[in-house]
């Protein structure tokens, strides 16, 4: 029996292009005049190549992991507003628990709310603050929601995902 890998090979080849972009565009996300650490004007080629990639590909879907992590939810919500592809993981473990965070969960709320079908949550395996501090502050967020995003947050936007694909 022959197998016929053409399906395959896309598949693969389009979720190994979704975990390069969704790295790298982690990465342009996370670099802020909050963040001295990172500089967003070192690879403007880069950066503009990038963001075509992802309007080229506006078919695969985008997670940009730990998002929230030194980035403002305005460039957040710009990007959300430009990418319909673009799911955000937000890591709220750092947010509220981390002293290097330069946002309270308070200042990402709107955002959240405004786009509940685009978030989900996530632990980061506890990185730098410990696994029940990261359980904890995704409750503490999903506490501080409507129901309504709280049911998107916590489930619907990746089953919402995982029927699509």
Avoid at 84 to 112: K, M, Q
Avoid at 128 to 154: F, H, K
Wanted: proline share 5%; with cysteine.
């Amino acid at each position: 029996m022959q197998r016929n890998d053409t399906g395959h090979t896309a598949r693969l080849s389009k979720m190994l292009f979704f975990l390069i972009a969704a790295l790298v565009l982690g990465a342009l996300a996370s670099c802020t005049p909050e963040n001295p650490n990172l500089h967003r004007d070192v690879f403007p080629a880069e950066e503009a190549e990038l963001m075509g990639l992802v309007e080229r590909y506006r078919d695969v879907v985008l997670f940009g992991s730990i998002a929230n992590v030194f980035t403002t939810p305005a460039l957040l919500d710009t990007l959300l507003e430009e990418y319909d592809n673009l799911y955000i993981d937000f890591f709220a473990g750092f947010t509220v628990f981390n002293p290097e965070s330069t946002h309270s969960l308070d200042e990402f709320l709107p955002l959240v709310e405004r786009h509940p079908d685009r978030f989900m949550v996530s632990t980061d395996s506890g990185i730098e603050i410990g696994c029940v501090r990261a359980y904890l502050a995704m409750y503490r967020l999903l506490e501080r929601v409507t129901p309504e995003a709280r049911e998107w947050i916590a489930h619907r936007t990746i089953e919402s995902l995982l029927r699509q694909r």
